[in-house]
């Protein structure tokens, strides 16, 4: 070991339903040699992703601490593919949901913050981690935890040695952080290559890098109109899942055949609401694909909301409209779904979907909120943002994620084949 005893830590952590059973595993790592030092995996019964993320994080900061417990020299790099733990733990996301600031709270009171860098990295480069939770959760589902000597993690990762600590990101937070994952791969590069005459010449453009490959691109469809559609009422996952409308069905045939014609969609996973279902069914038909069905494409449960308009909210839950209007945080009326927790939830999908589809085109058929919230996330915008996008009907959005970590939001609420 370096004389400064210098570790990373890999982590990861997994929820088979989020929530819903699961897991955690963490790797502290030679970052000279690429040896995996510490191993430690865990079933944590039900719970969220983002918990089981955490949850990770802290198991490997104190394997880290624990393999050099009394060294003031102890330097830790972290690697995660948890965008939300990377940035919340940077400082430059702000920790919002109850049940992630205890443990992000115990997370820096392992550690000084001073000895600790934080980076994100794509889910291919988290193998090793990656495949620890994933033993923990099956041994969950057997009834029991996870044990050392029955793990074969590491050589299921199989990946190289991990490359030296580099600064985390810096700027702004969110998927598309200005070329900061590009720049991060080229400071990589450059430590690690044999030393050759190359040109400094920075690549300019909007492109992405030629060896990042193919993106993971989601064509966004909003479902066609419902009854409730025209006259702007609450319609989330708790209402009461209306049909699409004549017009509604037409909008459809529109866009199965403007699909068509692009011959571009190669996958198509749908919102399990009966509208979404019906949209999608009618360009799967024309296209000759299945739909798969994810819940966590769902849209935002409006509680007591369901089913009213603005104007009717506004005039018997005025006080609760304004909480909400003025905070992500908020639920509204009767139990229904926060921004917060609907993003944390479309992440998640996002980044099980990217991971399951890299490099392909996906026809996503959603709704509002998990449109707008992807895009929000891509562009790295405020929640207060989604207050101020248009989405029509049966609109088209397109963004594509790159195995950088870069997202670029290439369509918004196109109509054009509507006409």
Not at 150 to 172: E, K, M, N
């Amino acid at each position: 070991m370096p004389a400064s005893h210098q570790l990373v830590v890999e982590a990861d952590g997994g929820s088979r339903g989020n929530p819903g059973p699961a897991g955690y595993g963490a790797v502290v790592i030679d970052p000279g040699t690429g040896e995996p030092l510490a191993e430690a995996a865990e079933y944590i019964g039900v719970a969220t992703n983002n918990v089981a993320e955490y949850k990770g994080l802290i198991a490997g900061l104190k394997a880290a601490k624990a393999l050099f417990p009394s060294d003031d020299a102890l330097r830790v790099h972290v690697r995660m593919d948890s965008k939300l733990v990377v940035e919340q733990m940077s400082g430059r996301w702000k920790i919002k949901h109850p049940d992630m600031k205890p443990l992000a709270a115990e997370a820096a009171r392992i550690l000084p913050s001073a000895v600790v860098t934080y980076e994100w990295i794509p889910r291919a480069e988290n193998k090793h981690a990656d495949r620890l939770a994933n033993e923990a959760m099956d041994a969950g589902k057997r009834g029991k935890q996870w044990e050392p000597s029955s793990s074969t993690a590491a050589l299921d990762a199989s990946s190289p040695a991990v490359p030296p600590a580099i600064p985390p990101v810096t700027g702004p937070p969110g998927d598309a952080a200005a070329g900061a994952a590009k720049a991060r791969a080229a400071m990589v590069s450059r430590a690690t290559a044999a030393p050759a005459a190359a040109s400094t010449t920075p690549q300019t453009g909007w492109g992405a890098a030629p060896d990042l490959g193919a993106p993971a691109t989601f064509v966004l469809l909003r479902h066609g109109e419902t009854v409730l559609t025209p006259e702007k009422r609450f319609s989330g996952s708790g209402g009461t899942d209306p049909e699409l409308s004549a017009v509604g069905r037409g909008q459809a045939d529109h866009a199965a055949r403007a699909f068509a014609d692009r011959g571009t969609i190669q996958e198509i996973v749908s919102s399990p609401l009966r509208r979404c279902r019906e949209t999608a069914a009618a360009v799967a038909g024309r296209l000759g694909l299945d739909v798969r069905v994810d819940d966590g494409l769902r849209e935002t449960d409006f509680g007591a909301w369901e089913g009213l308009t603005f104007g009717e909210v506004r005039e018997r839950y005025g006080s609760d409209l304004d909480a909400w209007l003025a905070s992500p945080d908020v639920a509204p009326t009767g139990g229904g779904e926060s921004f917060t927790e609907v993003a944390d939830r479309v992440s998640a999908v996002r980044d099980r979907l990217i991971a399951r589809y890299q490099g392909r085109t996906v026809l996503l058929v959603t709704h509002v909120t998990p449109i707008k919230t992807l895009v929000r996330l891509a562009l790295g915008a405020p929640p207060e943002s989604l207050f101020r996008m248009e989405l029509s009907a049966a609109s088209v959005s397109a963004v594509a994620y790159y195995a950088d970590g870069n997202a670029s939001v290439r369509l918004l609420n196109d109509t054009s084949h509507l006409r």
